[in-house]
């Protein structure tokens, strides 16, 4: 069931159509459906039954308070990577005992503060961080749980940016030098050992980087067992693709079954950190056409949405399809759909196929659930555009859009700059 689908020749977010939401919320806008949040988010969890588990939504994919609350509310927990995304899941009600810390660069004020919260474990990764975890657990009379999230040197296929788990990035630890970290973790006053973890990378297509990321870490786990070292939660990241042209990902259920059939019968605690798989899909962003124009051997549309509310086509030469809210009969169009940025690379496609749209009319740029809002930026002192997510026939506006005060909070001209 697709709630983004067209009905007749408009486009609706389930029982709403778009473009009703653009004339009352302004374009551009980012739009959630609740029913396909929902319904990801319980496919992905149902795909584990029979394990003790925990699904914990990595937060930057969409840290809107709305989608986390919605995820909070459905037995889910949360994996961060900031203070800012601890304080925003704490605001959408998450108890800490459902957070996991990730992130190679935790700050000592963001340690202090997942210290005073109290949070399910912290994913280390590096020797230094976690002697420092354990000085500022040791100073605030805290305990630190914590996991070591373990490179497994695997080749997860994504675009490069998105792979963390081999050798050569930075993230994790080798699993030789997790062993050494484990055996200096156990000496350590203030923490204590209670997972392993790893996160290979995303938009990921395949089960197999999973399947073999998993056999290192149960071979890790056996080999500290005969260390006297009892692993609790194995914590596998997130990292599951979603389609966005003409990708095809193993479903959630079919991703699951190895890890199931692998974990069966074990004490271990799963937890899962899926961001794009459960949100991708369940986003778009809404843009309305400012211009047409033709150049020599080109035709672009100039939509109001540009890259700094959409980075992912510029960064990662990354697909989103782009479909009109209302449909013509007009034959489609070869066009670079492009924003109002000053620059080249301010581009939602190149050379798309796409409905000869026009002036004042809307597009939908699809799958942007994920990195969409959260990767977007004031660039050109454009405002951050709205969120808005829909439920059956209603709208609610989740973020309003910015306006001008809000660009400049918090600036300040200095006395010897003043007239
Ligand atoms: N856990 C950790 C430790 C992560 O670093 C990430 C994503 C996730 C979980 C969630 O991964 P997912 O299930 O969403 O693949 N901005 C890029 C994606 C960067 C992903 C960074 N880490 C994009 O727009 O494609």
Sequence with gaps: MHHFIYRKNELYCEDVPIRVI?????????????????????????????????????????????VLK????????????????????????????RIVYSGVGKRVDEIDYALDTGI????????????????????????????IRINPDVDPKTHPYISTGLEKSKFGINTETAIEGYKVANKLENIDIVGIDCHIGSQITEAK?????????KNLINELKQLGIEIQYLDMGGGLGITYDDE????????????????????????????????????????????????????????????????????????????????????????DVVG???????????????????????????????????????????PRVAEVMVKDDRFYVVKDRQNYEDLVAGESIPPFLED
């Design 120 to 147: 399910l474990m912290f994913n280390i990764e590096s020797l230094e961080e976690l002697e420092l975890i354990d000085k500022r657990a040791g100073l605030l009379k805290r305990r630190a749980p914590v996991a």
């Design 248 to 335: 095809s990902p193993p479903h959630p259920r079919e991703y699951a079954k190895a890890i199931v059939k692998s974990l069966e019968g074990t004490h271990l605690y799963l937890i899962l950190e899926p961001g794009r798989v459960i949100v991708g899909n369940a986003g778009i962003l809404v843009t309305r056409v400012l211009f047409r124009k033709s150049g020599k051997n080109k035709e672009f549309v100039i939509a109001d949405a540009g890259m700094n509310d959409l980075m992912r086509p510029t960064l990662y030469n990354a697909f989103h399809a782009i479909k009109p809210v209302v449909t013509t009969e007009d034959p489609p169009i070869m066009a």
């Design 340 to 382: 109002p940025i000053c620059e080249t690379g301010d581009f939602l496609a190149v050379e798309r196929k796409i409905s000869d749209v026009k002036q004042g009319d809307l597009l939908a740029v699809m799958s942007a659930g994920a990195y969409g809002f959260t990767m977007s930026s004031n660039y050109c002192s454009r």
């Design 22 to 66: 653009a004339e009352n919320v302004g374009t551009p806008f980012y739009l959630y459906s609740h029913a396909t949040l929902k319904r990801h988010f319980l496919i992905f969890d149902e795909a584990f039954e029979g394990l003790k588990r925990l699904i914990c939504f990595s937060a930057k994919a969409n840290t809107n308070l709305a």
């Design 209 to 217: 980087p999973f399947e073999e990321a998993l056999e290192s870490l």
């Design 70 to 97: 919605l995820f909070e509310s459905l037995g889910g927990g949360l994996d961060i990577v900031s203070g800012g995304e601890l304080y925003r899941g704490l605001k959408a009600g998450f108890s800490p005992d």
